[in-house]
């Protein structure tokens, strides 16, 4: 029989492997009860050495917050640049896209250099703003009310205008990603507008820096069967990779 200390030091070896644990995984590999690996979680949580989840635990705080862009853009900063160059080389000629609100995406919008026209619909002013010094771009500004913190619009109106399109892709950015949750906004609009956006693109594309992951926004905008390619830092886990590929999702690490 394990004892108690040696349950805890592998919980804690496991969450720094793994970035996350799931309370069925540790009943099975240490033999003994949900209850038994619960009462753990709790112990160690208590002493400030994780955050329990639904299901398991994690070693970061699951639930983000809302900061202005000017904050977010300054965090993982190169990590970003990196995803949003990767993400711009799937950009091809006379393509139709949708391009989302936040730092990371905005990162792609500064790594587009187009060849052949390109249409762009977004929701981020940041964002209209870095592509239309592009003559070869066209910028369809979404409107509705503007949230100060992400400079973008959301709301109904936003909404309703995206009908009349059909886009190739929409690069998305999260708050928040967690393997049993999905993705995550810090906003209810911006959830629904997000959806709203996906249901006209023929794939979603999720740019996301590592720090994200494990993380829970208030607002989920979907599971991962809705999300064909996942693009990533160097610092996310083998663990999730292969759990997210396993789910049929394409994941690009940079």
């Given at each position: 029989m394990i004892s108690i200390t040696e349950r805890h030091q592998l919980i804690i070896n496991k969450l720094k492997q793994e970035g996350h644990v799931n309370v069925l995984d540790l009943c099975e590999n240490m033999d003994v009860s949900s209850v038994t690996?619960?009462?753990?979680?709790k112990l160690l949580e208590d002493k400030?050495?994780?955050?329990?989840?639904?299901?398991?635990?994690?070693?970061?705080?699951?639930?983000?917050?809302?900061r202005s862009v000017n904050e977010k853009e300054k965090i993982q900063s190169s990590e970003k640049m990196r995803i949003g160059a990767a993400a711009a080389k799937l950009v091809q000629p006379n393509d139709s896209i949708v391009i989302a609100s936040g730092t990371t995406v905005l990162a792609l919008a500064k790594s587009i250099q187009p060849k052949g026209g390109l249409t762009v619909i977004t929701p981020a002013l940041n964002v209209a703003l870095e592509l239309i010094r592009h003559p070869e771009i066209e910028v369809l500004q979404l409107g509705g009310m503007m949230r100060k913190s992400s400079s973008s619009v959301t709301g109904p109106y936003a909404e309703s205008i995206l009908a009349d399109?059909?886009?190739?892709?929409?690069?998305?950015?999260?708050?928040?990603?967690?393997?049993?949750f999905g993705l995550t906004t810090t906003?209810?609009?911006?959830?629904?507008?997000?959806?709203?956006?996906?249901?006209?693109?023929?794939k979603t594309i999720v740019l996301?820096?590592?720090?994200?992951?494990?993380?829970?926004?208030?607002?989920?905008?979907?599971?991962?069967?809705?999300?064909?390619?996942v693009i990533t830092d160097k610092g996310v886990s083998d663990y999730i990779v292969t759990t997210l590929e396993g789910m049929g999702t394409k994941v690009t690490v940079v």
């Open positions: 690996i619960r009462k753990d979680l400030g050495l994780l955050f329990r989840t639904h299901g398991g635990a994690t070693l970061h705080n699951p639930y983000t917050v809302d399109f059909s886009c190739s892709k929409l690069f998305l950015g999260v708050d928040g990603i967690d393997l049993e906003n209810v609009m911006e959830a629904h507008l997000n959806r709203a956006m996906m249901q006209v693109s023929q996301v820096d590592s720090t994200k992951f494990g993380r829970r926004g208030f607002g989920r905008i979907c599971g991962f069967e809705d999300v064909d390619h």
